[in-house]
């Protein structure tokens, strides 16, 4: 007879706490995505990219920083709402710490021209930190037509036309569910299959 396949073993709490810690201590500007998908899915594969993506998504659609949000969503799947609150303290702790040291020592220095410059270049890494994120993350949707339409669209709408946030969300997001709704084809139905056997292996992760 066959054994069941053993559950897979939970992280300790010492382990989110330094991944998480390490993603707040080394992005900057918002690459901590990048960071975290990295340490997440490709090092400690404790989510796969599919799933991580599916918080991104939750996280994209609720207020607040959407590194907090992933903190909060990635640590209660790991470990519940303890590991939720650790994920959150271990990401939050770095830049908390260094935003007041370097608030102390702004007072004096704001008007040298050499940290002026540091900070430019800090922008320009953002930047470019969250570009590859955008490719990582994104590289599926940039090579399906529709996809490409949609996300032109959000682009100019809040780049060009400067449309409130909220807006774009309520009229291009559900344009974007019209055209993604199930239709009853065989595609459909096979990916709806998928969904639930995610579905229920996320429910038995769960449970464990």
Same mark, same amino acid.
């Given at each position: ?13 010492? @382990?989110? +706490? !330094? ?7 080394? &992005?900057?500007?918002? #690459? ?14 404790? =989510? ?12 994209? !659609? ?12 990635? #640590? ?12 959150? +303290? ?7 710490? @260094? ?8 007072? %004096? *220095? &704001? *008007? ?10 800090? @922008?320009?890494?953002?930047?470019? =930190?969250?570009?590859?994120? !955008?490719? *990582?993350?994104? $590289? ?16 100019? @709408?809040? &780049?060009? +036309?400067?449309? &409130? ?5 309520? !009229? ?21 299959? $998928?969904?639930?056997? %995610? ?5 038995? $992760?769960?449970?464990?």
């Amino acid at each position: 007879m066959n054994e069941a396949p053993a559950a897979p073993k939970q992280p300790g709490f010492g @382990a989110i +706490f !330094t991944v998480f810690l390490a993603a707040g201590g080394v &992005s900057f500007g918002g #690459g901590v995505l990048a960071y975290l998908r990295d340490y997440i899915v490709n090092g400690r594969r404790w =989510l796969d990219n599919d799933d991580f993506l599916d918080a991104l998504e939750v996280s994209e !659609t609720l207020p607040g920083l959407n590194s907090v949000n992933m903190a909060v969503i990635i #640590g209660d799947r790991l470990r519940g709402i303890a590991g939720a609150a650790v994920a959150v +303290f271990g990401l939050m702790l770095p830049g908390t710490v @260094a935003m007041m040291t370097l608030g102390a020592l702004w007072v %004096r *220095q &704001s *008007q040298n021209p050499n940290v002026n410059a540091f900070l430019v270049g800090v @922008a320009a890494a953002a930047v470019g =930190l969250l570009l590859t994120v !955008t490719l *990582q993350l994104g $590289h599926k949707q940039f090579v399906r037509p529709l996809d490409l339409m949609l996300i032109a669209a959000t682009f100019v @709408a809040v &780049s060009v +036309f400067k449309i &409130s946030l909220l807006w774009v969300l309520l !009229t291009i997001g559900t344009v974007a569910v019209w055209f993604y709704r199930p239709r009853g084809d065989a595609a459909t139905a096979e990916h709806m299959v $998928h969904l639930r056997e %995610r579905l229920h292996s996320h429910r038995a $992760h769960w449970r464990h």
